[in-house]
């Protein structure tokens, strides 16, 4: 699933992917 959200967000919130995914 992470891969997916990457996809959706923008590479400056990659980092901050982590936090994004717990709230998708």
Do not use: N, V, Y
């Not at 992470?2 to 709230?23: N, V």
């Amino acid at each position: 699933m992470e891969g997916i959200c990457k996809a959706f967000q923008p590479p400056r919130l990659s980092k901050g992917s982590s936090e994004h995914t717990d709230t998708l």
